[in-house]
């Protein structure tokens, strides 16, 4: 008899595993309770607080488990917290890395057969990875570029009144940094080599000039760094004109900037630079509101995390990936994937310029809780 009830109880159990299962197949989530690790860089940068929190949504709406780990612009600390989603079975990763650290364990998830999608950022020097999704970052540069190009008119600049700029990058470990910067220097190195445009500072004509590409960028995008470098800026190279205009990669930095450039009694209560941005955050949509900051770049960034969830489900099931909002990068375009060891599949999402004139355009998009967008109003 007892012999009989536990034949019994294990057919049940069975049973109600394939039942489960049959269930789950049925509603098209075959994979659904997969787990998905989601490692971001940092979040000293408000995206990625962002990025973590629509990147889990999407995953979890889509029937996913799913992860967040932030690496607090540590390698190690995120080298260590994808360690974990492997051992704990993840079936796909989404990273947007600090530094090419990040490689040993790329390649320990492909050992594991691990599915990898560069976020944001492009894994450089990699070959363990097929996708990677971003924003046209040389756009997100082009756009910084053309934000001075029109803040300051340089089309009728001329050489006996010339207007004067400084130069900032990102970090210089983030690949996106080459990017921005060469993006807005294709638009103002024409400005410089006619006279109209004078570089105070370091000037590398590109990001390949590595040597002067250095002493411009920001490690780890921090804000104080670049604070202090622009301060250093004020009272030594820039000390004896007023500035025109400081191209700054990023929000964050851009605020630092200006932070910087109120201590000092020549911009304090006049004219601040015409400063350049990338994000959309809050403060600085504000400050654009407010006639301080000049311009930002609006990366939707719930639209990247919805396509990157989108690209990782498709993976997932074997499916060719099509993603709405995105465009695979093909022709010219196609090396924005070059890891240097391999070209690996791109997807792309366009950013947008903004300017006071069209601050509502992020606003109308959502991208703002309630509070924050009626201030923008
Ligand atoms: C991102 C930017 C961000 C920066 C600092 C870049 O890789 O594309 O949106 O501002 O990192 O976190």
Redesign the pocket.
């Known amino acids: 008899m007892k012999k009989i009830c536990a034949v019994l109880i294990v057919l049940l159990v069975a049973g109600s595993f394939a039942f489960a299962k049959s269930q789950q197949e049925a509603s098209g989530g075959g994979q659904s309770s997969s787990l998905i690790g989601i490692a971001m860089?940092?979040t000293h940068?408000l995206?990625?607080q962002k990025d973590g929190a629509s990147l889990k949504s999407a995953a979890e709406s889509r029937g996913y488990r799913a992860e967040v780990a932030y690496g607090d612009a540590d390698q190690t600390q995120q080298n260590r917290q994808i360690q974990g989603f492997l051992t704990q079975g993840a079936k796909l990763l989404v990273v947007g890395n600090v530094n090419d650290g990040v490689n040993s364990v790329i390649a320990d998830a492909a050992r594991d057969n691990v599915a990898v999608i560069a976020y944001?950022?492009l894994i450089m020097g990699s070959a363990d990875y097929d996708y990677y999704i971003t924003f046209d970052?040389f756009k997100v540069g082009q756009f910084q570029g053309q934000g001075i190009e029109q803040g300051l008119g340089l089309a009728s600049a001329t050489q006996a009144n010339p207007k004067y700029i400084t130069l900032f990058a990102?970090?210089p470990t983030?690949n996106?940094s080459k990017f921005f910067f060469d993006g807005a220097m294709s638009v103002l190195n024409p400005y410089i080599q006619s006279g109209v445009l004078k570089v105070v500072g370091p000037y590398p004509q590109t990001s390949a000039d590595n040597a002067n590409f250095q002493r411009i960028a920001t490690e780890n995008?921090q804000a104080p760094i670049a604070k202090t470098r622009m301060e250093n800026l004020l009272s030594n190279d820039a000390r004896s004109v007023v500035l025109d205009a400081v191209l700054a990669p990023?929000d964050?930095l851009a605020r630092a900037i200006i932070e910087a450039c109120l201590a000092d009694a020549k911009y304090a209560g006049g004219k601040l630079p015409v400063v350049t941005g990338?994000?959309a955050e809050f403060d600085s949509a504000l400050s654009i509101k407010n006639g301080q900051q000049y311009m930002t770049v609006f990366?939707d960034t719930a639209k990247l995390a919805e396509a990157a969830v989108i690209l990782a489900d498709q993976i997932l099931k074997g499916q060719t990936p099509n993603i709405p909002g995105a465009s695979l990068a093909s022709g010219n375009l196609t090396s924005i994937g070059d890891t240097g060891v391999k070209v690996v599949k791109a997807y792309l999402l366009e950013p947008v310029i903004i300017t006071r004139n069209n601050i509502s355009v992020p606003v109308n998009a959502g991208f703002y809780p309630d509070a924050e967008a009626s201030q923008l109003r």
């Open positions: 860089p940092e940068v995206r990625w944001d950022r970052n990102g970090s983030d996106n995008w990023n964050t990338q994000d990366k």
